[in-house]
């Protein structure tokens, strides 16, 4: 009977220690609301939508399954950051620094990302109907679909 109710809370266990590991670290987000200064932080699953983070510097840190709707990001630092399932319907990314962001499956439409640098950046199964991308730098991303995407030439889209 022992044996067996080990056997039960041994995964039990595991699930909820993972469950634990895969939210935001709430000191981080306390820093980044405050000083708009968070490289390489744990952000998963934050809850940042509407915010004012003009400028902020998150190189490196992990955003996936972040709440960023209607964010205001222009010209922040988001180089190399894991944005990926991120929720970041009609924020302002205008003169962004995205390179080599994990993006896939990114939730960006309506988002404005002009003049946004987005070189080598993962955009695999990102949404982007209503975007608008005139001037981005795209060079070198990967899994790109633009459809719905305003400011990207014909040629480009195919």
């Known amino acids: 009977m022992k044996k067996l109710v080990l056997l039960l809370l041994i995964p039990l266990t595991i699930g909820l220690l993972g469950h634990f590991t895969l939210a935001a670290n709430k000191t981080h987000v306390k820093r980044l609301k405050k000083t708009k200064k968070c490289n390489r932080c744990n952000l998963i699953g934050a809850k940042l939508s509407n915010l004012r983070l003009t400028r902020a510097r998150l190189r490196g840190a992990n955003l996936s399954r972040a709440k960023l709707r209607g964010a205001k990001l222009r010209s922040a630092d988001l ?69 719905g995407a305003k400011g990207i030439s014909r040629k480009r889209k195919q």
């Open 79 to 147: 180089r190399r950051a894991n944005l990926s399932k991120a929720d970041l319907r009609r924020a302002n990314l205008r003169s962004a620094k995205l390179g080599k962001a994990d993006l896939r499956n990114a939730n960006l439409r309506g988002a404005n990302l002009r003049g946004a640098d987005l070189r080598g950046a993962n955009l695999k199964g990102a949404k982007f109907r209503g975007a608008n991308l005139r001037g981005a730098k795209l060079e070198g991303v990967k899994g790109e679909n633009f459809r």
